[in-house]
């Protein structure tokens, strides 16, 4: 058929989907085991008493704020941080279309964001996202240590985001065919996720705990 | 006001024509006019024209041809409320082969068919109705459906699939198709093809399409699946009256909810109108009476290809096709399988590198060359 | 067998696990731990971030510990660390890192960069691209007993002199005390007052206490440079020691590092626990204030205004946080605190070996100015510090910006505000001074 959207959307939906998802989780499985078969040892230096100790999760929790003055020196950073963040998982976790998809996979659903508000916030999101891509690229530090991995995580993330938008909109090219390039954006995200820099969605709560139970056997609450 | 004077006049005067010749009455000829010119996109001026080539022009043969289908688009013509089927049929048309409709059968209906293509070579209009399976599949006077269709499509002016069976394999090409059902595309050459999918089609997109032959000569502007630009350029979702409750984020979460009462959007009920291509929104069926959405009911996706094959009625259209449970499960397990093996040698590796560490003296921390 | 390339990666890689395959996997490059290094903040070079101090260990662990790595070295799309790559990350690894543990606090990631970078330096060490510097204070460290080569003729004469001073005994090598005190070299040499604050503060408290002629350095430069064997060889002294004399505990004196040596690393350096208790010795004061043991005096009332510096090791890596709070809030009049401090205070610029990096000077004396900032926006007249390196790092930056701000040591401080009056405890109490 020539019909690209049609054709596409068929594909994205059935087997484009299964793919993405069973690359996802050989590969989340593979990168886990990479990461947690690799062990560590037993610390012998007595921790503190349990009263004094800091709590590894509450590390977990205070990793989501910047330590006292960290965001003054860097604004940019932090505020296109989280409205990246907060637009993109309330879209992602809170859009109707989302949720059906949702309920189709866990077998329950949960209230929707209304329409307006998450349009809104993935707006949000995507102007978000644009703005740590020109921070990344003019910020000294941060274009000192990007590499093309960045870059690619970045595209990753910013085009279902887009692709969303797009199709919600009913801009540029058909319905369908957004449609199909949405759900094929978000595949590429799935697929990629265990094998990109994306993978800190997983793995800094680990990295938190681990911090948080060093600083907090030490007395310190990290 | 003078150029809606002369058109009137042109169609008062066609209109007359019209009567003359087929006895329909002349209000209807004028009503039959501007909807054909609307819905084929003329500009106004066109209605005359439209009244002109359809007031005089002859009536072109037709063979009708049945393949792996369910006769619903006939089905369909035959509610077609202006033009009627009848006449369609009887004044517009002189429709020379039709297994369902057609007195003749056996050995005299094959002989109509062959006298149409001889006497009305490159003239007649081929409508094809049902897929076209492979071989042994589907045989009619001993002749098998490829080579019936291939055989009356050479010396057709045009071939106008009808149904999306024959515009793209529908229901007989479903996974896991057992008879190698296929559309009409891929089997005329490069015969002129006018699809009109649907499940059934819509009867005045089949009328108007005849009709706009008719009238002009000519096909409708067609679009990359060969459908008919006028009738499937918009989604359903596009003209839905129900749209409005789309863009708000309100839709019906059952068949039996306050929002279905209410006549919310069906999209969560798996309505596929936002990729659904055709004109039911705004044609209606039954004399316009309603629509599948307007009955409460999610469009079905019907008129685009592989409809069939297109996951639940009732799943809504961000949600997958087809179960990933098993493969997902498989692809984990050896994921981790491969994932615990590669650890096993990084271990190897952390652990050699400790147990064969010598012990540190201070010589060690002089570089050797 | 002299350091390799070779032997210098097999560190690396001995020093691979879990939780530093959790932090490379969930660096995004957001640039943070920048901010809160005071090498780049002072300095403005994206080279300093902490992160990229790792870069090689970083690239060691993709190539050798993920599939993704290893097939990009296969293919050659990556090359395999260097030795000229490790001589160039020498600065950056040692020269222009304190350890002072602010990134890891910082890292939104939750990733121990610090911790990280004490491994690299394992393989740095071994691979050669150690400076030259703290490879010879290691050497004294271990041929000598001490890296600014303290020996034991240096000590005695300052046990003398301050014996003298105090009219107080200072015990040597007695067994069975409460506590074997140990000293920082610099403090014996340059500070050797202490000797007889401690002298002055265990006589007020009744505590029993002495000194190790086996081992009282208390330093480890084997733990700057990063040599977990060399940094074993020096602690044993004074495990050995401190069990030999079978003391109830053996206390960290004034330095940072000295602690995170014996109180957090040494168990795992020699790999068991020890017989004794390791204590620091603000630690010991809050305990012995709070048992009403220490009475102290409040200052003067006229007296300048005076503000704390918490040693990195001390607070953020080691959590002695509100025992310097609880003894200057007997003491201090008008206590300042900074504006980051506890677990966020900034370092002084010469922990983690970098004071004793001479080449380093010119990027410490950049790097101060975050201290002085810090110091100058609280308008006080005296810094108290419990760690003397930070000490003289403190007195050496206040001086190069001429700056007139006095620097003390808070157990001199309190050996200062003893009540006088005070009767003397009981006998028991007293343990072996009787």
Redesign the interface.
């Known amino acids: ?3 690209p ?3 596409l ?2 594909w994205v ?3 484009g ?2 793919l993405a ?3 996802f ?17 037993e ?4 921790p ?1 008493p349990a009263e ?1 100790q800091g709590s590894p999760m509450r ?2 929790w205070n ?2 704020f ?5 965001f003054e ?2 604004p940019a ?1 932090h505020v296109s ?1 989280y409205l990246f963040h907060i637009g993109f998982f309330a879209v992602l976790f809170f859009a ?3 949720i ?2 949702f ?2 996979l866990l077998g329950f659903g949960w209230p ?5 508000l ?1 349009d809104a916030l993935g707006v949000v999101a995507i102007v978000a996202l644009l703005a740590a891509l020109v921070s990344r690229m003019r ?9 093309a991995g ?1 870059y690619l ?1 970045w595209a990753l993330t910013f085009l279902p985001l887009l692709t969303g938008w797009m199709a919600y909109h ?1 801009v540029l090219v ?3 065919r957004m ?1 199909a390039l949405h759900l094929l954006a978000a595949e590429l995200l799935l697929a990629l996720l265990p ?1 990109t ?1 994306l ?2 969605a997983v ?10 139970e ?2 907090g056997r ?5 | 006001m003078g150029e809606h004077g002369r058109e009137g006049d042109g169609l008062e005067r066609w209109g007359a024509l019209w009567e003359e010749r087929t006895g329909l009455s002349r209000r209807g000829f004028a009503q039959l006019c501007a909807w054909l010119a609307a819905t084929m996109t003329l500009t106004s001026g066109g209605v005359g024209r439209v009244a002109e080539a359809l007031a005089a022009a002859p009536r072109p043969p037709v063979i009708w041809l049945h393949f792996q289908e369910c006769t619903a688009c006939s089905e369909s013509l035959l509610r077609a409320h202006y033009p009627t089927a009848e006449q369609l049929i009887l004044n517009l048309i002189s429709l020379d082969y039709h297994e369902t409709l057609m007195a003749a059968a056996g050995k005299q209906a094959e002989e109509a068919r062959r006298a149409t293509m001889k006497n009305a070579k490159g003239k007649y209009l081929l409508v094809v109705e049902g897929a076209i399976p492979a071989r042994p599949f589907c045989r009619i006077g001993g002749q098998d459906a490829e080579a019936i269709l291939k055989e009356c499509a050479a010396d057709a002016a045009a071939v106008i699939a009808v149904g999306s069976c024959a515009s793209f394999g529908g229901l007989p090409a479903a996974e896991p198709n057992p008879t190698q059902a296929r559309s009409v595309a891929g089997l005329i050459g490069k015969k002129p093809l006018v699809a009109i999918p649907g499940c059934p089609p819509q009867p005045a997109v089949m009328a108007a399409v005849l009709a706009h032959y008719l009238t002009l000569g000519r096909l409708p502007a067609l679009d990359q699946l060969h459908r008919p630009k006028a009738f499937y350029a918009d989604s359903i979702h596009d003209r839905c009256y129900r749209r409005p409750f789309y863009d708000r984020g309100q839709f019906a979460a059952s068949f039996d909810d306050e929002g279905a009462r209410k006549g919310w959007c069906l999209f969560k009920l798996g309505c596929k109108g936002p990729v659904t291509h055709n004109a039911c929104a705004t044609l209606k069926w039954n004399e316009g009476v309603s629509f599948p959405i307007q009955s409460g009911h999610g469009c079905l996706g019907c008129s685009e290809p592989h409809f069939w094959d297109n996951g639940s009625f009732y799943a809504p259209l961000s949600t997958p096709i087809g179960e990933s449970g098993l493969s997902t499960g498989v692809a984990a397990a050896a994921g981790a399988t491969l994932g615990a093996a590669l650890a096993g040698g990084y271990r190897k590796v952390i652990d050699q590198a400790r147990s064969e560490a010598r012990p540190v003296t201070l010589d060690d921390l002089e570089k050797s060359s | 067998m002299s350091a390799t390339l070779e032997r210098g990666l097999a560190a690396l890689r001995a020093g691979m696990d879990t939780p530093m395959a959790t932090f490379f996997a969930s660096c995004v490059h957001c640039g943070l731990c920048a901010e809160a290094c005071l090498f780049y903040t002072e300095t403005g070079d994206p080279k300093y971030t902490p992160i990229h101090k790792l870069e090689p260990l970083r690239r060691l662990w993709k190539q050798e510990f993920t599939l993704l790595g290893k097939l990009m070295v296969n293919i050659g799309l990556d090359q395999p660390v260097s030795d000229a790559e490790l001589a160039e990350w020498e600065p950056l690894v040692y020269d222009s890192c304190t350890l002072c543990g602010r990134c890891s606090l910082a890292c939104p990631a939750g990733n121990d960069i610090t911790a990280m970078i004490r491994k690299m330096r394992e393989g740095m060490a071994l691979s050669g691209h150690a400076p030259e510097d703290l490879v010879h204070a290691t050497q004294r460290a271990v041929t000598l007993g001490s890296p600014m080569g303290v020996k034991l003729s240096t000590l005695k004469a300052k046990i003398r002199a301050q014996e003298r001073e105090s009219g107080l005994t200072i015990p040597l090598d007695q067994p069975g005390v409460d506590y074997m005190v140990l000293f920082s070299g610099m403090e014996i040499v340059q500070f050797s007052e202490i000797l007889g604050a401690m002298a002055r503060i265990f006589k007020h408290a009744g505590v029993s206490w002495t000194l190790s002629s086996e081992a009282f350095e208390a330093t480890n430069s084997g733990i700057q440079l990063g040599v977990s064997d060399l940094a074993k060889e020096i602690l044993l002294r004074t495990v050995n020691a401190a069990e030999k004399l079978g003391v109830k505990g053996v206390v960290s004196p004034e330095c940072g590092h000295a602690y995170t040596a014996l109180r957090w690393e040494g168990p795992n350096l020699i790999g068991r626990r020890y017989h004794f208790e390791v204590v620091h010795i603000l630690e010991l004061l809050a305990r012995l204030q709070k048992e009403k043991r220490l009475r102290l005096r409040q200052r003067d009332p006229e007296e300048r205004p005076l503000s704390f510096h918490d040693p990195c090791q001390l607070a953020r890596r080691g959590g002695v946080l509100e025992e310097p709070r609880e003894l200057l809030g007997k003491i201090a009049t008008d206590f300042r605190e900074m504006s980051d401090n506890r677990e966020r205070n900034w370092c002084c610029g010469g922990g983690g070996g970098v004071s004793a990096i001479e080449r380093s000077e010119p990027l410490r004396a950049k790097a101060f100015q975050r201290k002085l900032h810090q110091i100058e926006e609280l308008g006080v007249h005296t810094l108290v510090t419990a760690c003397s390196n930070c000490r003289i790092i403190l007195e050496e930056g206040l001086e190069t910006y001429q700056i007139r701000v006095d620097v003390a040591g808070l157990t001199e401080l309190v050996a200062d505000h003893l009540e006088e009056d005070q009767p003397q405890t009981g006998a028991g109490a007293a343990g072996g001074e009787s």
Do not use: C
């Not at chain 1, 989780?25 to 040892?41: K, N, P, T, Y």
């Open positions: 058929m020539n019909d959207g049609y054709e959307l068929l939906r059935g087997p989907w299964i998802l069973a690359v989780s050989f590969g989340m499985a593979m990168r886990l085991f990479e990461i947690f078969a690799l062990g560590r040892r610390d012998l230096a007595p503190r004094r590390t977990v990793r989501f910047p330590v006292p003055g960290l020196r860097a950073t941080g109707e279309f989302h059906q998809l309920r189709h929707a964001l209304s329409a307006p998450a910020d000294p530090v941060k274009r000192f240590l990007s590499t960045d995580a009913h058909s319905y369908t449609v094998f820099k993978i800190h793995t800094i709560f680990v990295a938190r705990w681990y911090t948080g060093q600083f030490k007395g310190v609450q990290a």
